[in-house]
């Protein structure tokens, strides 16, 4: 059994300067995919059975901190990938603009308070956008940590706030790093699907056989 780094889902290139095909070749080319070589390393040496959050799950019940954090990973990575879009002026609309402006005050005020998050969060982390019963929340995650094990944090949005995300294209800077990619590359779509609660199940993998690898 083995898991599988996902294809972006456009073109390295297609986030421009906002995120750059460098930082790709980086971020998902060999952070991500170290984290998945990593997990699959474990998957052999442990026998481990089951989806992802299977995996992720039973870790953080087990506290096996090594495979939890490579699991994690994989799973924060390949939702991340699908929050973001080409910079095509695309904004919340329906249901989600209704939510966020009663939530926040609108989207301005919304992306405020999420930029802010991601910037005073302490270190490595993620910041995230989140449905908890019909209530939008913001908050942040440390380290490897994911929402696939807080009960009540149905994800919606995520920003990767580790420096490996930025250093690139923004060097140090992660305000400025934060309030470009979510003033410009938000795939909104995506996050509005996932107020039907399954974003979870968005970034889920089942591990391929050997067979099928
Ligand atoms: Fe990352």
């Known amino acids: 059994m083995s898991f599988t780094l996902p294809d972006l889902p456009f073109a390295k290139d297609a986030l421009g300067q906002y995120m750059s095909a460098e930082t790709f070749d980086y971020h998902h080319g060999k952070h991500h995919k170290a984290y998945v070589d990593k997990l699959n390393g474990f998957v052999a040496e442990k026998g481990l059975r089951g989806s992802l959050t299977d995996i992720i799950r039973q870790a953080r019940a087990d506290g096996d901190k090594a495979v939890f954090n490579n699991a994690a990973q994989h799973w924060n990575h390949s939702f991340f990938w699908q929050c973001l879009a ?39 982390g993620w910041a995230w956008l989140i449905l908890d019963r019909d209530e939008l929340k913001i908050t942040s995650l440390h380290d490897a940590d994911t929402p696939v094990v807080h009960e009540g944090m149905k994800p919606l949005l995520t920003l990767d706030v580790w420096e490996h995300a ?18 410009n590359v938000i795939n909104w779509e995506f996050v509005a699907q996932n107020l039907d609660g399954d974003g979870v199940g968005r970034a889920d993998q089942e591990a391929a056989s050997e067979a099928f690898a």
């Open 166 to 183: 930025y250093y690139i294209d923004y060097r140090n800077e992660r305000p400025r790093f934060a309030e470009s990619v979510l003033g």
């Open 86 to 124: 080409p910079p095509e002026g695309q904004t919340p609309e329906g249901r989600l603009a209704q939510l966020i402006a009663s939530a926040f005050g609108g989207i301005d005020p919304m992306l405020a308070r999420l930029k802010e998050e991601a910037v005073g969060h302490f270190s490595n």
